[in-house]
């Protein structure tokens, strides 16, 4: 793969794991990580606003088990 969608990413430690060839888009949903690297991006966990098609493959290490819906969170990852 390509493009890793990495949501939530929180400050973006994954990346420093993978191939350098490998775009990481990083979304959180703590503002304080946006703080800390900025290529994190903000988004609501609850309310996911992704355009489709946008990466290859999809990894979320720590969020599933906070999200209420999580229906809606993985139909919007998958899109």
């Known amino acids: 793969f390509n493009t890793l969608l990495y949501i939530p ?3 973006g430690y994954l990346g420093r794991y993978l191939p350098a060839n490998v775009e990481i888009l990083a979304y959180d949903s703590s503002h304080s990580f946006m703080t800390d690297n900025q ?3 903000f988004i609501s966990l609850e309310a996911l606003d992704l355009p489709a098609n946008i990466a290859d493959f999809a990894i979320s290490l720590t969020a599933p088990h906070h999200i209420e819906n999580k229906q809606d969170f993985f139909d ?3 899109r």
Do not use: E, Q, T
Request: aromatic share 0%; proline share 0%.
């Open 76 to 78: 919007s990852v998958l």
């Open 9 to 11: 990413s929180g400050g």
């Open 39 to 41: 290529s994190v991006r």
